[in-house]
């Protein structure tokens, strides 16, 4: 997560009321450059927070404040929460924890927020090869065999495939600009077979004002579309989002060979560990590529039947015979005792 530098505020804000405190430095993130996610994320977290201990002045919030309202969520959960599991909870603690803090921080207050630890990352869904070729064949007009085209073929999040532009697209050189306003970054990102093929042909049909989006669609008609899509191409909906097709360029680009770092960048990820999770979901492809090569390789040797080795140890313990001096157990055959050397008389 990209830290947002929200500097320190004015020494006679701690004197201000928690509510008229919170609007504050939610109105300093905004001027930082916070999209509008984040800042409706930390706008959450501190709601959430204040409501639970009642909106008391920031100089009185404890630590028992904090380990409290944790305990609360954990067990109850977050009010209005979408998912409800342990695990979702312990997510948004985490993320919440993290606002609190810098939120604390830019006051200049002082205050022990007890560390929430971070759940282990889920495996990401990914689609298989048969129902990619079902979504296209479910596609009822251009527009929906486009965005599936784009998502599968550039990895693009959901809001810079509805920020792309028709300027942002340069056919000739099969490269597409992607603004993401959330690190305020470009990256380019490669046109595929069917992208190319699908812009080619729509270019073709009319000119097009380069600021003029390529998906007309707001976040909500996105969804609703892949979701509609998925019915009529007899997949569970809830298999169906933005990120799921995203994913699946991911794992698809690193089992056609592409190297890891080659794919951070496509992804425009800060960070490696965060590419590196999709090599964590080819572990089946891994061992069907170690059977395939090992498979035969080695020598096989033949195999005793199990069982016959002890059956002949048994066998042997049978026949053995006992010595009349010293009562030791001789090997059949034997014409003196191993033990004391007595003869032993047949």
């Known amino acids: 997560m990209a830290r947002i530098d929200v500097g320190r505020a004015p020494s006679g804000y701690v004197d201000l009321d928690s509510r008229s405190l919170v609007e504050k430095f939610i109105a300093v993130l905004e001027a930082s450059g916070a999209d509008e996610k984040t800042v409706k994320s930390y706008r959450a977290a501190l709601t959430d927070f204040f409501n639970f201990v009642g909106w008391k002045n920031v100089r009185e919030i404890t630590y028992d404040d904090f380990y409290m309202w944790r305990i609360e969520r954990l067990r109850n959960g977050f009010p209005g929460e979408k998912y409800g599991d342990r695990r979702s909870r312990e997510a948004t603690l985490y993320y919440y924890t993290i606002f609190l803090r810098r939120f604390f921080e830019w006051l200049g207050i002082e205050i022990k927020i007890p560390q929430v630890r971070r759940p282990r990352r889920k495996e990401p869904p990914v689609l298989k090869q048969e129902e990619i070729v079902r979504l296209f064949n479910a596609s009822r007009d251009f527009l929906d065999m486009l965005i599936l085209a784009l998502l599968l073929e550039t990895g693009l999040r959901a809001e810079e495939l509805?920020?792309?532009?028709?300027?942002?697209?340069?056919l000739e050189s099969r490269e597409i600009r992607v603004r993401n306003a959330k690190y305020d970054e470009e990256r380019t990102v490669v046109v595929g077979d069917l992208t190319y093929n699908l812009l080619s042909q729509l270019l073709s049909i009319k000119a097009f004002d380069p600021n003029e989006r390529v998906v007309p669609l707001s976040y909500s008609g996105l969804y609703k579309r892949l979701k509609s899509l998925a019915k009529r191409a007899g997949i569970?909906?809830?298999?169906?989002?933005?990120?799921?097709?995203?994913?699946?360029?991911?794992?698809?680009?690193?089992?056609?060979?592409?190297?890891?770092?080659?794919?951070?960048?496509?992804?425009?990820?800060?960070?490696?560990?965060?590419?590196?999770?999709y090599l964590h979901i080819m572990r089946e492809d891994v061992k069907n590529e170690y059977l395939k090569v090992f498979r035969g390789v080695m020598p096989v040797p033949t195999i005793p039947i199990y069982g016959s080795g002890f059956e002949q140890q048994k066998n042997e313990k049978k026949a053995m015979s006992t010595c009349p001096y010293c009562g030791a157990e001789v090997p059949p055959n034997a014409r003196f005792c191993p033990y004391c050397g007595a003869r032993i008389q047949k």
């Open 236 to 277: 569970d909906p809830s298999k169906i989002r933005p990120h799921i097709l995203r994913h699946t360029f991911a794992t698809e680009a690193l089992k056609k060979g592409m190297n890891i770092v080659s794919l951070q960048k496509l992804l425009g990820h800060k960070d490696l560990k965060t590419t590196q999770i």
């Open 162 to 170: 509805l920020s792309l532009r028709f300027g942002d697209i340069d």
